[in-house]
């Protein structure tokens, strides 16, 4: 076995949710394998559809849904390993030319699973704005990042949405513009502060017709007389068998399209938490294990159950060839896998890259919200970001609080309980703080146990303090004095307590 390279992969989306439905198990799979991993989003999903039901409230406000959502694909990318995110209206420059935020354009179905374009976007929606002015400010992430690898929609857009159409032309015309090729005088002067940057490989989202197929068979199998239902209490459809003249969306090709099919079996897991992380708009997560190729479901706003694959696919952009040492063989029938390391053959159908400049990675400008590559990662699983509150922290943070209440003032009533000379009850007391404390850290992140220690503070102080001369419950015993001090640092422990103890953490985007 050789070592290779570490690759650099951008991906390129339009909204949030995106990078995990079409590309998760690419983005993560190239992150467990030690690959720098970035991703560019290019609105913020402000027309999305809200799924749960207790996010009603934000059906129609566009605003405050692309804040939930950002929450959301932050929490999903910290589940799949990704290294740093961007909005592409973030990048400095070119104001004059385009709106302050790119916003979701909207769709309408056309067609069953295939979309068009809706009637009432605005002038702002990211499918009308000018591409080569879009394309420009990617080709300074790109020139920056230097990727070798870039990742996004095929023509159609996956499905015929319109943003997703756009985000295709402008990544396209992003990776000429980053080569170098010529463009608008007011607009490539803006890229002349960076070298040019020949992107060697780009490739788009795909799936196998084949597979899709299959899983779609599986899953209406398996549910077949299982009555599955939303969180509304809506029964959701199981999928129906796919005739073989079925239109299905353009992301979906024959299997001679495909140029490399990836074992996505050893990233099932955080694509779901990815998916789980997009709460406002999937609803219905859940692990399918089968012999076949389903790996699990989810529903979207159309009620439908959708297959999730236990395979990734990539679909190479014309003039572009794979790189033999982004793919390694490991399953029977030719999958394969991103990793650092290369078996003695690269997998069917990939062949080697043309030869490209190695540059370094040009460190972007500080006022950009996007960090450098990192230095290649020591181990396969991807060094994840950590978030001090989740994206649920309206409803974790409750327990975290009552949590503290709760064992503070049992803890203040019973610490003083000796059995036979031995302190039981302060044993009991403190030991009932920890676990309050490690369990809001479980459910809410490292805010959780700030607010359950801050809750036993005052709780614990009021108790003491209430009124003249103290209570009758806590004296100036040393044994109180313990309790007063034990209880608050004893809360605060679990946050110097090691990451991977903590699977829900990880599940909410805090590991």
Do not use: K
Request: charged share 15%.
């Amino acid at each position: 076995m050789t070592t290779a390279s570490p690759q650099r992969l951008l991906g390129v989306f339009a909204h949030p949710d995106d990078e995990t439905i079409g590309a998760g198990a690419l983005l993560a799979l190239a992150a467990r394998g030690g690959h720098d991993v970035s991703v560019v989003t290019c609105t913020r999903g402000e027309r999305g559809e809200v799924v749960a039901p207790e996010l009603a409230a934000l059906r129609g406000d566009g605003p405050a849904l692309a804040a939930r959502r950002e929450q959301e694909l932050d929490a999903a990318l910290v589940a799949l390993g990704v290294d740093r995110h961007l909005f592409l209206d973030q990048v400095p420059g070119l104001a004059e030319h385009h709106p302050a935020r790119f916003v979701d354009s909207g769709m309408m179905w056309v067609r069953p699973g295939i979309a068009g374009p809706a009637t009432d976007a605005g002038r702002d929606a990211f499918s009308v704005l000018d591409v080569e002015v879009l394309a420009t400010l990617l080709a300074v992430v790109v020139r920056q990042l230097r990727p070798t690898v870039v990742l996004t929609e095929e023509p159609g857009g996956g499905y015929g949405h319109p943003d997703h159409v756009q985000a295709h032309r402008v990544t396209m015309r992003a990776v000429e513009l980053a080569a170098g090729a010529p463009g608008r005088h007011e607009l490539v002067r803006f890229l002349d502060a960076d070298q040019p940057w020949r992107v060697p490989t780009v490739a788009w989202v795909a799936m196998s017709r084949e597979d899709v197929v299959v899983a779609t068979d599986e899953l209406a199998e398996r549910l077949r007389g299982v009555d599955v239902r939303s969180a509304t209490g809506e029964p959701l459809r199981p999928p129906t068998p796919v005739p073989d003249d079925a239109e299905l969306p353009s992301v979906v090709v024959p299997a001679g399209g495909i140029a490399a099919t990836l074992d996505a079996r050893g990233v099932v897991e955080d694509v779901l938490l990815a998916l789980r992380a997009h709460h406002s708009q999937v609803q219905a997560v859940a692990a399918v294990p089968t012999p076949g190729r389903l790996a699990g479901s989810f529903a979207l706003a159309d009620g439908a159950l959708h297959p999730l694959l236990d395979r990734a696919y990539v679909r190479l952009a014309p003039g572009y060839a794979l790189p033999a040492d982004l793919l390694v063989p490991s399953a029977p029938g030719g999958a394969a896998a991103f990793g650092p390391d290369r078996g003695p053959a690269a997998a069917a159908g990939a062949s080697a890259a043309p030869n490209h400049p190695a540059a370094a990675p040009v460190a972007p400008p500080a006022a950009w919200p996007v960090a450098p590559p990192a230095a290649p990662r020591a181990s396969g699983r991807p060094a994840r970001r950590r978030s001090l509150v989740d994206p649920a922290w309206p409803y974790t943070l409750p327990v975290a609080f009552a949590a503290g209440l709760i064992t503070a003032a049992l803890g203040t009533v019973v610490h003083r309980f000796e059995w036979q000379g031995w302190p039981v009850g302060m044993v009991l007391a403190l030991v009932s703080v920890l676990a309050a404390s490690t369990a809001a850290r479980a459910f809410a992140g490292y805010g959780g146990t700030i607010v359950a220690t801050l809750t036993v503070v005052f709780t614990t102080q009021a108790m003491t303090f209430v009124r003249p001369g103290g209570d009758v419950l806590v004296t100036g015993e040393p044994m109180s004095y313990a309790w007063l001090l034990g209880a608050p640092v004893l809360a605060l422990l679990p946050v110097v307590l090691p990451t991977r103890w903590f699977a829900d953490a990880r599940r909410r985007g805090n590991a």
